[in-house]
């Protein structure tokens, strides 16, 4: 680290000159000027890196030498002919469908300007494109939203495999609603061919389908040693994926790991990028990650593959947020020095800082081990544990070897500190200040020290002169500092305030085109018991309650008044939101055909996940093995799927269904599954069946959570499961009643992995099959086999008569009257 000298030279004009400062750590060591006004270097392991004028230019003054175009083949004609220093204007106005294929030449004095008439004034929306080539060219300004591209790219630094751009900027560009209409077809919103391009002072607005946010490419060798730049840029958001592939940025790909990429990633903040574990990707070697800020995203930034990294300067602020993580280190020769760690409660791969265990003669692919990394000077303020030798199992094994952890200062109150899972000294700890208030012991190589609060905006960060992070001010990078300074989110008003539509059974017919005509937030009431014959699906496409009125002494009930098989009474498309209270589903009507389940998922493309809760209501009489009271859809994912007060009877297939992901990569139906209060009897088939498959560590979910629930008579065919669990991360299994049930195999049956957080407590199961998982530690202190007294079973009212076995709270294991 002695003789790692980092040195940023920042611009300022000042007559034509630009003024170069050169930092050691953050403290000024020297300054000069430099006659190219466009001229930017970073030096890195005293190595300069030179970011040419196109980079640079900032300068939008209409030149004389400036055209406006009005099309894309005008546009296209206009760059192929322009001289060093022409300025091409964009006409003001949508351009739809517009694919931009721009090839130029312009110079390091004099690049080639695109942009629109004013900032932000041409809009690119359908499937619209920007592929560029050539030298020294700069895009400016545009705006990409309302569409998605038919490429493999919104932004291409390349025409075609034989012209790749070089020296070339894309700035100040929006893009924003330009996911694809299918959650799993890939795409990457910026793909870095060449070298020294930079995409700098841009915003990204939660891109929602698979395929990171920026890519830099090493397929080739014009492509590698490419010292592109990224920064000043505004990340904003990414929803949870749901799979892996929902980076933010990825530096190259693992086959390419062994090659420098040295791209340098500084100054952009990272607001709730949550599409995965990796938030940033290195994929390469010799890359450089500064100075940016991770503003409460779970995950972090990961060193995945390569060699001679650099993580200095960021600010990961976690606020308390569960599952925000700081770095991941994998690979030899790693350096993370001089970040701040802030409220990180993170774990495992997500922790403030985890070092990873690696694998013996590993493939490329997987995890080389750490060697000689250098981790120096860093602030942990009231974060999770540190973890070194994260991952291992029986194929990491290799545990991290000489690894430096040097003057880095913890404040916590936590009793530990960290977690060293193979206590064999390849963690060298030396001159680590822990915050004088600690109250546990003081490992080997830290010592106490007296630290001066110090405020960083409204942040009081412990600083200590001898330990930590050596910043006299901390640089946190915000929304007005990064991003196109002309963008101002769009801000929609509705026009009038929800209101209720009073539903009589006669008018069911008519129920249908009252949820189409019907506005977010509308509520719609069925104000009769008895049937609502349905001739076709009702589809939510937006934000609605579809709910019983008050007070009635049955529930409506929803039945198929079709020749027609019906996929469902209710289907939830893209992005809907559905409460729906106090009506029954019958799958079976009279001799009309079937309903295939209550309520469906769509099984049309989706990028945004939906929303369902579904309180006291009733599912029943589905008489083929394919049925199922609520089915998701492939490729389909409910953010929440909130299942209350309700019950499950008679039903040859699934109570509820969210297994349709079969291909073993990490991909689910649901993120958060709440089941509370509910009754499953006399099932064929599972009541609970929740699938993700595969060994991908890259997400979180899915939560499932299952809470004072009764089972009677479900799945008792050989080998069966009464709940079926593979895959689920995060379960809780309390205070619910199994009784003869799962008698062919299975009460619970759970597939994990060592890392799930699974817990099943105050559960009985009374004649009933075993609770089987991989590990066998999922069983708590509270399981009891008692026989249950149901109060009325012929009724459907299976609460717990008499005398209960103890639950974790005051009411009576299994469902519990409202």
């Known amino acids: 680290m002695k003789n790692l000298i980092l040195s940023l030279f920042i611009i300022c004009s000042l007559k034509g000159y630009t003024k170069s400062i050169l930092f050691d750590k953050s403290k000024v060591i020297n300054s000069s000027f430099y006659k190219d006004p466009f001229s930017f270097h970073l030096v890195f392991d005293n190595k300069p890196m030179v970011i040419n004028s196109a980079m640079m230019a900032g300068n939008t003054n209409r030149a004389e ?51 629109p008439e004013t900032p932000g004034g041409a809009v690119f929306t359908g499937q619209s494109y920007l592929q560029l ?24 630094f390349k025409t075609s495999e034989a012209l790749l751009a070089n020296h070339c900027r894309v700035t100040g560009v929006v893009i924003e609603n330009y996911s694809q209409p299918e959650k799993f077809r890939s795409d990457t919103w910026v793909t870095f061919y060449g070298k020294n391009n930079r995409i700098d002072h841009s915003t990204f607005v939660d891109k929602l389908n698979l395929g990171p946010v920026i890519i830099a490419e090493l397929n080739d060798e014009r492509s590698q040693k490419n010292e592109h730049l990224i920064d000043s840029n505004y990340f904003k958001g990414r929803s949870r994926l749901g799979a892996n592939g929902g980076e933010t940025i990825r530096i190259g790909v693992s086959r390419y790991s062994l090659t420098a990429s040295r791209t340098t990633i500084a100054h952009n903040l990272f607001e709730r990028c949550n599409g995965e574990v990796e938030i940033v990707s290195i994929k390469s070697g010799e890359n450089r990650v500064c100075f940016n800020t991770f503003f409460e995203c779970e995950g972090g930034l990961v060193l995945r593959h390569g060699s001679d990294n650099l993580v200095e300067g960021n600010f990961f602020l976690g606020n308390n947020k569960p ?23 993170g774990t495992n791969f997500r922790a403030p800082l985890s070092v990873l265990n690696g694998v013996p003669n590993s493939l490329i692919n997987r995890y080389y081990q750490v060697k000689d990394a250098w981790i120096e000077r860093n602030t942990f303020v009231d974060c999770s544990n540190i973890l070194f030798g994260a991952g291992k199992d029986a194929e990491r094994t290799l545990a991290p070897e000489n690894v430096q952890f040097r003057k880095n200062l913890i404040a916590t109150s936590r009793e530990e500190i960290y977690t060293d899972a193979n206590n064999d000294q390849g963690i060298v ?40 992070a050596e910043l006299k001010k901390l640089n946190v990078i915000g929304p007005k500092k990064t991003g196109a300074s002309w963008y101002h989110p769009e801000i929609r008003k509705a026009w009038r305030k929800p209101k209720s539509t009073f539903l009589k059974a006669t008018q069911s017919s008519s129920l249908a085109a009252t949820l189409k005509e019907a506005l977010a937030g509308d509520t719609i009431v069925l104000t009769d018991t008895g049937f609502y014959p349905l001739k076709e699906e009702l589809i939510i496409d937006k934000t609605l309650i579809l ?26 498309e893209n992005g809907s939101e559905l409460t729906v209270k106090g009506i029954a589903f019958k799958g079976n009507y009279e001799s009309y055909a079937n309903a295939e389940a209550g309520i469906r998922s769509t099984d049309k493309p989706m990028n945004q996940p939906y929303k369902l809760t579904i309180d006291n209501c009733e599912f029943y009489d589905y008489n083929e093995s394919s049925n199922n009271g609520f089915s998701g859809s492939k490729s389909t994912l409910a953010d929440s799927l909130i299942v209350k007060n309700s019950v499950f009877h008679h039903i040859s297939g699934s109570g509820i269904n969210l297994s349709a992901e079969k291909e073993d990569k990490g991909i689910y139906n649901a993120e958060y599954t709440l089941i509370t209060n509910c009754v499953f009897t006399n099932l064929m088939g599972t009541a609970i069946n929740i699938y993700r498959g595969g060994n991908d560590e890259s997400t979180l979910g899915p939560f ?115």
């Open 323 to 345: 599952f925000t993580g700081g770095v991941r280190v994998i690979n030899p020769r790693q350096k993370v020095f001089n970040n701040v760690f802030y409220q990180l409660q």
């Open 133 to 156: 080539s050539g030298e020294y060219l700069v895009i400016k300004d545009l705006h990409f939203k309302n569409g998605y591209t038919p490429k493999r790219e919104i932004i291409s």
């Open 704 to 818: 499932v959570k299952i809470d004072h629930c009764t089972f009677n008579e479900v799945e008792n065919r050989e080998q069966g499961s009464a709940v079926k669990l593979v895959g689920a991360q995060q379960v809780s299994i309390l205070n619910s009643n199994f009784s003869y049930s799962g008698q062919g195999g299975r009460a619970i049956f759970f597939q994990e992995y060592r890392w799930d957080n699974i817990s099943v407590d105050h559960c009985n199961f009374y004649e009933s099959g075993k609770v089987e998982s991989f590990y066998q530690r999922v069983l708590g202190s509270h399981i009891y086999q008692v026989k249950p007294e149901y109060t009325d079973l012929g009724k459907l009212n299976l609460s717990w008569a008499g005398p209960a076995p103890a639950s974790a709270d005051q009411f009576k294991i299994g469902v519990y009257s409202k």
């Open 429 to 468: 700890f030396s001159e680590n200040g822990l915050i004088d208030t600690y109250q546990g012991k003081v490992p080997n190589g830290f010592v106490k020290t007296k630290t001066n609060p110090y405020k960083i905006e409204d942040i009081e960060l412990p600083y200590s002169k001898l330990y930590g």
């Open 65 to 115: 030498n400036s055209i406006t175009v009005n099309n894309p083949q005008e546009l296209k004609a206009a760059v192929s002919k322009a001289r060093p220093g022409d300025v091409i204007l964009l006409k003001d106005k949508e351009w739809p469908n517009a694919a931009l294929q721009l090839h130029g030449k312009g110079t390091a004095a004099q690049p080639i300007m695109i942009m």
């Open 547 to 572: 709910m019983a009125a008050k007070g009635l002494k049955n529930r409506p009930v929803f039945v198929n008044a079709s020749f027609k098989s019906l996929p469902a009474f209710i289907t939830l």
